[in-house]
């Protein structure tokens, strides 16, 4: 489940490219279909010539949407699960900031560059999915997959926080953890939260429902 979550959380971050190989798939669809389409032959004819001109930007946009769309229902299922599950230990916000760049530095850092890749040729789509790969497993491997912009639409916000955790039943700070929330932190200080970890220092903020 883990390492489900894990996947999900990388593929919905990357939200903002998909929707953008999508659209330019979609537009270079419409334009080879336009250039193909022929008045004399008949519409099963005319589908089939644009379907066979057009086969890569087809496949491209139904994998895209499959995969997101597995990845947005499993995040949302996981979510359910923490916020209905008695378990989820609490932690005592000590301190509280918001964390406004990482959404900008992400999309800066990771999204934009790869928006270059011409996903109309073949070989540009093997090279962006092995860079794509790449990328996936050190991000997944080394947790960094806490930027998601799809928790960003369903109204959570990052903050720079230090919490006190109970770990052997020891209390313990960490000092400048992030945690994702719905909640403005910030007026949270000095009270406990419930929470899920990636590790010691990144959480998602459980708020309980039910």
């Known amino acids: 489940m883990w390492r489900k979550f894990r996947w999900d959380m990388f593929v919905t971050s990357f939200i903002p ?14 334009k080879q279909s ?12 005319n589908i089939s010539s644009c379907f066979e001109t057009s086969m890569l930007q087809v496949i491209s946009v139904v994998v895209i949407v499959i995969i997101v769309l597995i990845s ?11 916020k209905f599950s008695g378990n989820n230990p609490k932690g005592k916000i000590i301190k509280a900031r918001k964390a406004n760049k990482l959404s900008s530095e992400f999309l ?14 073949l070989q540009k789509i093997v090279l962006f999915i092995i860079y794509f790969v790449v990328l996936a497993i050190l991000c997944i491997r080394n947790n960094n997959i806490y930027t998601n912009i799809l928790l960003e639409f369903k109204g959570y916000k990052m903050y720079t926080c230090d919490i006190e955790c109970d770990v052997m039943n020891r209390k313990h700070i960490y000092c400048d953890s992030l945690i994702i929330s719905e909640d403005d932190l910030t007026l949270c200080e000095d009270n406990e939260i419930s929470y899920w970890d990636f590790d010691n220092y990144i959480y998602i903020q459980i708020n309980k429902e039910g």
């Open 72 to 82: 947005i229902r499993g995040i949302n299922s996981f979510l359910s699960d923490c």
């Open 17 to 30: 490219l998909w929707f953008s190989i999508i659209v330019v798939d979609i537009w270079d669809l419409i």
């Open 108 to 121: 800066l850092a990771y999204i934009l560059p790869m928006i270059a890749f011409d996903f109309s040729n």
């Open 34 to 45: 336009v250039e193909v389409w022929n008045i004399d032959k008949t519409f099963y004819s």
